[in-house]
């Protein structure tokens, strides 16, 4: 049942909207809750909702500031939105605090808007081969 329910997309939208649902009440009960921000973001942005996403993902990094993974995503939402230098920005702060997925980073399809940057290029460098900072 779970695999027909996935290849069903109006079912698996029906799933991510009920998530979501879900979520914005676990949220309401729990503001300061950085795992339910987490998927909340994450599932906003599933549903092209990059917006409430973005609000949802600056709301965690003011939570968990030194979370490598919270100022990733918010790169992600921030470049799904257009706002292709504060992405930068985010992103280079996640490399600081320990984000070091390079093969992630030049696959991730939130990400592809910034892939033509200069700056995408010497991280994705900097990752690679980190003891050349």
């Known amino acids: 049942m779970d695999s027909a329910f996935r290849s069903n997309p109006t079912l698996e939208r029906l799933g991510q909207e009920f998530l979501v ?9 729990q503001p300061r809750n950085t795992e339910v921000l987490a998927e909340l ?3 906003y942005t599933k549903l092209g ?10 709301a965690l990094v003011g939570l968990a500031p030194d979370n490598a993974t919270a100022h990733y995503n918010f790169a992600c939402s921030l ?5 292709r230098n504060r992405a930068l920005d985010e992103l280079e702060k ?5 984000y070091d997925d390079a093969e992630h ?20 460098r900097r990752l690679k081969s980190p003891g050349a900072d």
Do not use: I, M, N, S
């Open 21 to 29: 649902e879900f979520l914005e009440l676990a949220r309401r009960r």
């Open 41 to 43: 973001g994450c599932t």
């Open 49 to 58: 909702r990059y917006r409430e996403g973005l609000a949802v993902d600056e």
């Open 79 to 83: 470049a799904l939105c257009g706002q």
């Open 94 to 98: 996640a490399v600081e605090l320990g």
């Open 105 to 124: 980073l030049t696959h991730d399809e939130d990400l592809r808007e910034l892939r033509t940057e200069p700056r995408f290029d010497a991280l994705v």
